[in-house]
């Protein structure tokens, strides 16, 4: 990992660099370039846009280790009361939840009660709600409350990263029961032991588990697969392998803001692709690692302060 991505993630952490950064005009600028607005408004005027483009939604309330069950329960009561304003716009957009907003740190049981709640609202419109994937310490727990939601609905899904060494053992366990999963690279600070370092060996990693996932038998068993990347030469691999795949199998997914013109190509080329639009003011440990994931990024924040 280089140098400079460390630091931003290691800054994604920084409560005094959040107080600090978050305040200045330039700083809220460059955020702009990622996320059309801090309130659910903003975000499914997006949304809207998109769909008139061919292109489906997912949102995202940004925000993360919530440290009370209130303020747990008030990201469930958004998520519900979205859901709603959702099905008002007719947009078909479905909902990315993180569990540390919904109180992981706190209790498994409580956690699994908001989402719990969110996926009931979402069954009722038939539209999944995803489950992000965050630092490794979360893992186990995000998976057992995946398999608890998953016994209760299948309108949910789980995201699964391809830099864990783990990922390919936690596919396996998951193939039986036909799972819904996005898969992506994963963006935290992890140790050697726990994640692959090269790049290379992750994208051989993310290949590897999205062959098993459009596998004829797990299809059959009705797994589908929702892949999480921007990466131009990944994404053309991706389409040779899913060459005999239902297209009712499998999505690309990509964030807002990041490679339009590779978005509308997917899309003109008749692949289903849908954009992660986030929201909200909690956005600066977010912010912070889309610019690890693209240090040229910070070139934005630089512009942004030159003006
Ligand atoms: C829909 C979606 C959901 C996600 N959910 C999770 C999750 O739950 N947990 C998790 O750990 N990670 C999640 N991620 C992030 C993911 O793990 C990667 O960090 C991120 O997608 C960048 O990796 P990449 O596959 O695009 O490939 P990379 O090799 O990192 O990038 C390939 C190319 O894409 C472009 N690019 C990538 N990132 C950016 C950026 N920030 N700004 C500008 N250009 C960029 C660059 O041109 C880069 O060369 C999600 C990503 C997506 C698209």
């Avoid at 769909?51 to 995202?60: E, R």
């Avoid at 939601?149 to 990263?161: D, F, H, K, M, N």
């Avoid at 993310?206 to 004829?216: D, H, S």
Wanted: aromatic content about 8%; proline content about 4%; overall charge neutral.
């Amino acid at each position: 990992m280089g140098l400079l991505r460390t630091a931003l993630l290691a800054g994604s952490t920084s409560v005094c660099l959040r107080e600090q950064l978050t305040r200045r005009p330039f700083f809220r600028r460059a955020v702009s370039r990622f996320m059309p607005g801090e309130h659910l408004g903003d975000a499914l005027g997006a949304c809207r846009t998109l769909q008139g483009a061919g292109v489906g939604t997912l949102l995202t309330c940004l925000g993360e280790n919530v440290t009370t069950a209130d303020a747990a329960r008030a990201v469930a009561d958004h998520y519900v009361e979205a859901i709603g304003r959702i099905s008002d716009a007719g947009t078909g957009t479905q909902l990315s939840v993180k569990l540390t907003q919904l109180g992981l740190d706190l209790g498994l049981e409580g956690c699994l009660d908001n989402l719990r709640r969110i996926a009931e609202a979402s069954s009722t419109h038939e539209q999944v709600v995803w489950i992000d994937m965050e630092a490794s310490q979360y893992v186990d727990a995000t998976l057992e409350i995946f398999r608890r939601a998953r016994a209760e609905t299948p309108y949910v899904g789980v995201c699964l990263q391809a830099y864990l060494h783990r990922t390919a053992a936690d596919l396996e366990a998951l193939l039986p029961l036909g799972p819904a999963v996005r898969l992506v690279k994963g963006a935290y600070r992890e140790p050697a032991d726990v994640a692959i370092a090269r790049k290379a060996d992750v994208d051989r990693n993310f290949e590897a588990l999205a062959a098993r996932l459009v596998e004829p038998k797990a299809q059959a068993a009705g797994a589908f697969v929702g892949f999480g990347t921007h990466d131009r030469s990944l994404i053309d691999r991706l389409i040779r392998l899913t060459a005999d795949t239902p297209r009712i199998g499998f999505e690309f997914e990509m964030l807002y803001g990041i490679h339009g013109s590779l978005q509308q190509r997917l899309v003109s080329d008749g692949y289903p692709l849908r954009v992660l639009i986030s929201y909200g003011s909690q956005w600066f440990p977010w912010y912070m690692r889309r610019l690890a994931e693209r240090p040229a990024n910070l070139w934005f924040v630089l512009k942004s302060l030159s003006r």
